[in-house]
């Protein structure tokens, strides 16, 4: 089993920054693909980013693309998100993810964090 805990969410301007992080225990944390979803009010969850297990490959949806960055620190059980660039559209409960293999889809993922709400004002 692995755990998953996501911090960092918040309320923040159009244009602003915010960094995510999602720490995990449980079973070895590098042996592990990590990504991030997100999901709007009446919107289905959607792929954002991921990265792989050492940290060699990411990959974005374009909406993000030139805007978040995916990084993981493996000696900390961690993955981060950072988000520039802010846009109202933004808006969702962002959700870390973790599985064997950092391709195919990210909806049917092993672990799953609870979440935490991002709001971007415009």
């Known amino acids: 089993q692995v755990q998953l805990v996501e911090s960092g969410g918040g309320l923040v301007q159009a244009g602003g920054s915010l960094r995510l992080s999602c720490t995990a225990s449980?079973?070895?944390?590098?042996?592990?693909?990590m990504g991030w979803l997100r999901q709007a009010p009446g919107k289905e969850r959607e792929f954002i980013t991921a990265?792989?297990?050492?940290?060699?490959?990411?990959y974005y949806a374009d909406s993000v693309k030139g805007r978040f960055t995916i990084s993981r620190d493996n000696a900390k059980n961690t993955v981060y998100l950072q988000m520039n660039n802010l846009e109202p559209e933004d808006t969702a409960v962002y959700y870390c993810?973790?599985?064997?293999?950092?391709?195919?889809?990210?909806?049917?993922?092993?672990?799953w964090g609870q979440g935490t709400q991002v709001t971007v004002s415009s």
């Open positions: 449980g079973r070895s944390f590098s042996n592990y693909a």
């Open positions: 990265i792989s297990w050492s940290g060699g490959s990411t």
């Open positions: 993810a973790a599985k064997t293999t950092v391709v195919g889809s990210w909806r049917g993922s092993d672990y």
